[in-house]
């Protein structure tokens, strides 16, 4: 069923290969028991080809540690959905793209959230088909559209979402793929789609990490899977700002996004020509 996929979504499966490594670390950053039934049989072959482009056989490492950066990335966004939700204030979540996200099944949420998972129809069939028989523990809801769809806003409402209300977003590994113009529509959508104090949480990264020679070994790999990275933003409070969110931006070693496992310097921001990634959040004006 994988081959019903497109480029894009089947980034989905190198996260599940991620994950389910993590998991067997000892020293694992969280645990997620439904990533090995989600990787397909596509998943260790993206991964393997992540780990030759990230640590060569001869050479050096010069591209960010992907394993360390996605397991600080998922963990960062499980404890900043957790605490967004745990007063009560907020009673919807939404995951856009949902992609193999395991979160409503690994996780335990109050019995108050409607939990919105919004992606293409082919990617929420497979992950339906690995995870048959798994009770989500959250009033689970799948949306089957695409946030650059015209209709995505009318379909989440369908499915008992209300846009008056409260809500956390979370835009995970999507905005890397968005050509400029259409990630700012989407999040402008976003935006209007959501109750003043709601609150956003993304991944983005800078302008240098799309076009600095040393990270053409990652690069090569996205783009020969044809997806290749087309969109950072070296000021993202400014640009979600703009869209009508306040927000922080935290790179992963940062104090708060560290956890023990980001292997390299974190350069003040202030300093030009550095690759970056940036965790965003903060909340709807």
């Known amino acids: 069923m994988t081959e019903t996929l497109n480029p894009v979504e089947r980034t989905a499966l190198l996260t599940a290969a991620l994950r389910a490594a993590e998991t067997l670390r000892e020293d694992r950053l969280y645990q997620d028991p439904y990533a090995a039934q989600l990787v397909g049989e596509t998943g260790p072959e993206l991964l393997a080809e992540i780990r030759r482009a990230t640590f060569p056989a001869q050479g050096v490492r010069t591209v960010p540690s992907t394993p360390d950066y996605n397991a600080i990335r998922t963990r960062f966004f499980d404890d900043h959905l957790r605490n967004a939700v745990r007063d009560g204030a907020i009673g919807q979540v939404v995951l856009a793209p949902a992609g193999m996200d395991s979160r409503a099944y690994r996780l335990d949420w109050p019995e108050h959230i409607r939990y919105f998972e919004v992606d293409r129809p082919d990617v929420l069939a497979f992950k339906a088909e690995r995870l048959s028989g798994v009770a989500p523990r959250v009033d689970h809801r799948t949306v089957a559209a695409d946030l650059t769809a015209p209709d995505w806003e009318e379909r989440l409402t369908a499915a008992g979402y209300r846009p008056d209300e409260p809500s956390i977003w979370l835009l995970e590994g999507l905005l890397y793929y968005i050509p400029e113009a259409d990630g700012r529509r989407m999040l402008k959508r976003v935006a209007a789609h959501c109750a003043p104090g709601s609150l956003v949480a993304a991944d983005i990264v800078n302008s240098a990490a799309l076009t600095l020679p040393h990270m053409r070994p990652l690069l090569d790999v996205f ?9 950072g933003s070296d000021t993202p ?10 927000v922080r931006a935290v790179q992963p070693g940062d104090p708060e996004a560290h956890f023990g496992r980001w292997p390299d310097p974190v350069p003040d921001r202030s300093v030009p020509g550095v690759r970056r990634v940036f965790f965003v959040h903060g909340h709807r004006r």
């Open 223 to 231: 783009e020969g899977w044809g997806c290749p990275w087309v969109f």
């Open 237 to 246: 409070e400014e640009l979600f700002d703009e869209l009508g969110f306040d």
